[in-house]
């Protein structure tokens, strides 16, 4: 059940054209490359690439937690190499960040030039991991969150707007 919600439409296209002026601002002279991750990132990434007045490339990636266990792998890798390249990881939300710095130390390990973080929605007092967050969208309360590319079991990612959900997908 959808219960308030946190961003409108209007508010979360302002917000995504702040990001998109300021990533122009910081890699200007240089070809970013955005990566997003599957599936949630989605929505977020095409808003953001065509706020950014720069040229840039976009790819994604898609992450698989193993059942069972704490594993994670690459279900999907970025389709050209980062080796060299100005990367820039964009993700829906970030939580505990043990994902994300899972992801990251597999993308350093391939030398980029440089290599930081955009997150639509942040949940720092959740946190377990040390993230550099360079761009963030929002700061949330501790609520699941759908709509704009988030889903709950495949729902709600159609909707324009981010809302609180009634529940955690068990």
């Known amino acids: 059940?959808?219960?308030?919600?946190?961003?409108?439409?209007?508010?979360?296209?302002?917000?995504?054209?702040?990001?998109?002026?300021?990533?122009?601002?910081?890699?200007?002279?240089?070809?970013?490359?955005?990566?997003?991750?599957?599936?949630?990132?989605?929505?977020?990434?095409?808003?953001?690439?065509?706020?950014?007045?720069?040229?840039?490339?976009?790819?994604?990636?898609?992450?698989?937690?193993?059942?069972?266990?704490e594993g994670i792998r690459f279900e999907k890798d970025t389709s050209a190499s980062v080796e060299g390249r100005h990367v820039l990881l964009v993700e829906d939300t970030i939580d505990t960040g043990l994902t994300l710095s899972y992801v990251l130390k597999s993308l350093r390990a391939r030398g980029p030039a440089s290599l930081a973080v955009c997150a639509l929605l942040d949940r720092p007092h959740r946190r377990l991991a040390a993230i550099e967050l360079k761009y963030r969208g929002f700061e949330i309360p501790d609520v699941y969150v759908v709509g704009y590319g988030l889903g709950f079991k495949g729902r709600y990612r159609e909707l324009p707007a981010l809302y609180a959900h009634g529940s955690w997908p068990q």
């Open 1 to 69: 059940m959808i219960a308030d919600i946190l961003f409108d439409e209007q508010t979360i296209a302002a917000r995504v054209g702040e990001l998109g002026a300021a990533i122009s601002r910081d890699y200007a002279g240089k070809l970013p490359m955005i990566v997003g991750v599957l599936d949630a990132s989605a929505v977020f990434v095409a808003d953001l690439t065509r706020a950014i007045e720069i040229p840039s490339e976009f790819d994604f990636i898609a992450l698989t937690r193993y059942t069972g266990s």
